[in-house]
């Protein structure tokens, strides 16, 4: 009774069984309740035509009965070997690729995410063979990410963490003077790991969509104005000019303005950081109903249909490849590791505004004609009216 319980194969087996066990037993049931009755009836009409005696005819029902039974005999048998022999084939094509799931999920549970199983057919085991390779594939990336998550932190941390040991030991040993400069260095390192930590805590929360936004109907030219006059200054210093081409009059949005403006700021500072003195920066707006499809988005992957309004932030910098444009919204990814870390920048930037912009039922896209030819970052986000107060 345990073997029937916990495998498949028998169960299945049994069940045919059962259903032969049951289909012989009516047959026969059937023909011992009607046969005679039958031949009875058949024969007395024969009787009366040829005029035969009651005896011989007693003989022959007996007889037809006897053969009857033993044709049924015979069908029922070869009933039973061929169903046995089909429910064996049955049972095998659907237990098999079972078993090498199982097989196939415990290899996947022991670490193994290179693990996939055959696929063949088009029945419903198969598109749940395809749904666990498509699962196991899955998988597979999730452990890939966390595993380069924990190398990058890793790095991340480990710049810094070093630079402040060298200063220290030089303070130790007297080979470093205490004095505001060598302390400021080691205040900048600290600053860096406090804006690492605080961009993984956002990063984590985003990619978990946890963000908490605090959506009010907000006018984008205000918002745009503002971001632009705080980074006015930086710009100025650099001598990288700032334009913004944005019409005073553009439909309200209903968004979170903090969240908003932390994604401004991330696309004007990258603009200015990656732009050489002498180059320029234009922010352009406008409200579109079709979306924009840089990047080779297909244009109506938003969720929103019309209108919507594209704010889109251009320089004349040192550009991206069509490579760096796959990857540039892929945490940590920087093109130039050490002029990024130069100022400041971690690589995640880019990763929470698109997330930010996609909690805004948005969408964040890049676009570049190559190397030293500028770039452009466009925010497309659906415009609604307001209710009515
Ligand atoms: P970071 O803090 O390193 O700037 P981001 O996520 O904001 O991180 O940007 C990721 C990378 O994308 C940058 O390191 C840089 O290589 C590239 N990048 C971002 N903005 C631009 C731009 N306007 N022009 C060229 N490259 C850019």
Redesign the pocket.
Known sequence: MNIIRRHLGWKLFLSYLIVIVVGVVSLALTAELQTPAAIDRHMAQMATMMGGSTGMMTDLTESFSRAVNEVLLVGASLAFVTAVLVSTFVTRRIVKPVQAMKAASQRIAAGRYDERVQVTGEDELSELGRSFNRMAHELARTEERRRQLIGDVAHELRTPLSSIKSVMEGLQDGVLPAEPQTFASVEQEVNRLQRLVQDLEELSRAEAGQIRLEKEWVDPAALLETAVSRLRPQFADKQVSLESRCPPTLPTIHVDPARMMQVLL?LLG??L??TPSGGRVTVQCSVNSEHSSANGLPANSLPHTAPFLQISIK?S????TADQLAH?FERF????KSR?RA?G???????ISKHLVEAHHGRLTASSPGVKQG?T?TIDLPVSAPPAS
Do not use: E, K, P, W
Request: glycine content about 24%.
């Open positions: 991330n990258n603009a950081q990656y320089d910098g040192i550009g991206l540039i990814y920087r093109v130039d990024s100022g920048g971690s690589g995640i930037g880019l990763t770039s970052f």
